[in-house]
């Protein structure tokens, strides 16, 4: 019995052209899906310049008198904005003379987005006390 050792050659030919098209529509596919790291940027960064756009949570931030507290302000502001099933979230405030450390109970083994944003008072305040506020949000 002679075999031919053509058939065997194109099947060999057919599986790897198959392999080559389906590792090509693998690749455009990929390369082809949204990125969520721009979405989340834009999204965050966004909900932070509203915030301290809001009069009564700015005059907050930026009040003297009030030492604590201003990070649950601002958590309480955002706290509808972002959505708690998907996003977890710390907020800091800090003189903007200062370093302004992590706050705790940020995990350390996901990926933490943070955005900066410094606060002043309105022009008609008489309170000139600059703040630095930080958002960190990280995926449940």
């Excluded at 053509?6 to 949204?34: D, M, Q, Y």
């Excluded at 932070?48 to 949570?57: C, D, F, T």
Aim: charged share 30%.
């Amino acid at each position: 019995m002679i075999k031919s050792k053509k058939g065997w050659l194109r099947i060999i030919e057919a599986t790897i052209a198959i392999l080559l098209i389906i590792g090509s529509v693998i690749l455009v596919i990929e390369k082809n899906k949204p990125s969520t790291q721009d979405d989340l940027t834009e999204r965050f960064s966004n909900l932070l310049e509203e915030a301290v756009k809001n009069p009564e949570l700015r005059e907050s931030i930026t009040d003297n008198s009030k030492k604590e507290n201003k990070e649950d302000d601002l958590g309480e502001y955002l706290l509808p904005k972002i959505d708690s099933g998907l996003f977890s979230f710390k907020t800091a405030v800090c003189d903007i003379s200062l370093e302004c450390p992590a706050p705790d109970g940020i995990p350390s083994n996901k990926e933490i987005y943070t955005s900066e944003r410094l606060v002043t008072a309105a022009p008609a305040s008489q309170n000139y006390n600059p703040q630095r506020v930080r958002l960190f949000v990280w995926g449940k």
